[in-house]
Each structure stands twice: as structure tokens, then as C-alpha cells.
């Protein structure tokens, strides 16, 4: 038998939860040493409720662990967008959706994008895979505009929106860690 400890934290404020695998011990005996080790850590401290044990038997199949190890969830990279939406990463690469937040469900759109500027009437941004620049327009929540080239996407902007300057940021991924 193997005993799994966990510490599962959960805080009226998400930003406090802390959840996280402590160690695997091979007796009852190295649980109880372990448990009463972590207790004394400050980061536990006034939290001993939020421990947990798990036994796990060796060398016998599962049937709660069907899909393997557990993989690292990494929360998604989001940007908020003026009035009310939010683009959030849905996947490990550059794959974003775009969400009104007041209408959860549906993405408005799902791209990728590598380079985007946001003003207050319309979302800009670039998918380098598809060489290609898209105009998301916030009132008619829909591309209303995509081009090839940057002259094209800045007279589009001028005209329609008054827009005099489009200076796109890089979605920096790696710098998010």
C-alpha cells in the first residue's frame, strides 16, 4: 500500500487556493512523520483540515486512475479587451478565442494570434501562420475585416474608425511562466 498526501486549499478568493501533491510514503508510519512536518511549514499553518490521504495500492489496476498520470494544468493566458470581452489561450500554442463576457458559451471568434492591439471600438490582430491581419469589430461582435497586408488593415481602421495608428504587441507566451 502506498499513502498519498495532498494539500487541497480552497479560499472564498480563487487567487488563495492552493491545491498540491506533497509526496507518496510506503508506510503508515513515514505518512504520519511527513504529515506532522508539513503542518509546522508556515505556508500550512491554521490550514491542517486541507490535508488529505490517498491510499493506492501497487502493482494493481485502478479504475478511478484510467487516463494515466496526472499532466500539469497551466492556467490560460488571457488579455481583457475593453467593453466587456476577454481572449483566453485554448491551448499550449497560440490558439485564443474571444468571449463576451456578459454570454458565456460560444466564442465570438477562435484564431491564432500572435499580435493584437485592442481600441475602444474594434480588436486588432495578426496570425503570422496565415500572414493575415482581422478587424473584430466590439458592436457587431464579428470580423468585419481581414487583409494580407498592414497598409490595408491601418487605411481600413482610418477610415472606418478613425484609427491613426495601429502599433500591434506580441503575445509573448514563454514569458507568462
Known amino acids: 500500500m502506498l499513502y ?3 494539500f487541497n486549499y480552497w479560499d472564498e478568493d480563487p487567487a488563495n487556493d492552493d491545491e498540491i ?3 507518496v510514503y510506503s508506510s503508515e508510519e513515514q505518512l504520519n512523520k511527513g504529515l506532522e512536518k508539513f503542518k509546522k511549514q508556515p505556508r500550512f499553518a491554521g490550514k491542517e ?3 488529505w490521504v490517498s491510499e493506492r495500492k501497487i ?3 485502478n479504475d478511478f486512475w484510467e487516463e494515466g498520470f496526472i499532466s500539469v494544468y497551466e ?5 481583457t479587451v475593453e467593453k466587456e470581452f476577454i481572449l483566453q489561450q485554448t491551448h499550449t500554442t497560440y490558439e485564443f478565442a474571444l468571449y463576451d463576457t456578459n454570454v458565456w458559451g460560444n466564442p465570438l471568434f477562435m484564431d491564432e494570434v500572435h499580435d493584437y492591439e485592442d481600441y475602444p471600438q474594434c480588436f486588432v490582430y495578426q496570425n503570422r501562420k496565415k500572414n493575415r491581419f482581422y478587424c473584430f469589430d466590439k458592436e457587431q461582435r464579428k470580423i468585419t475585416f481581414e487583409t494580407k497586408l498592414e497598409a ?3 487605411n481600413y481602421l ?3 474608425y478613425g484609427i491613426s495608428d495601429m502599433n500591434l504587441k506580441a503575445i509573448r507566451l514563454n514569458e507568462m511562466e
Open 4 to 6: 498519498e498526501l495532498s
Open 158 to 160: 482610418q477610415e472606418t
Open 59 to 61: 502493482n494493481e489496476e
Open 75 to 79: 492556467e490560460p493566458y488571457e488579455i
Open 21 to 23: 501533491i506533497l509526496a
Open 152 to 154: 490595408e488593415m491601418k
Open 49 to 51: 483540515d486541507s490535508f
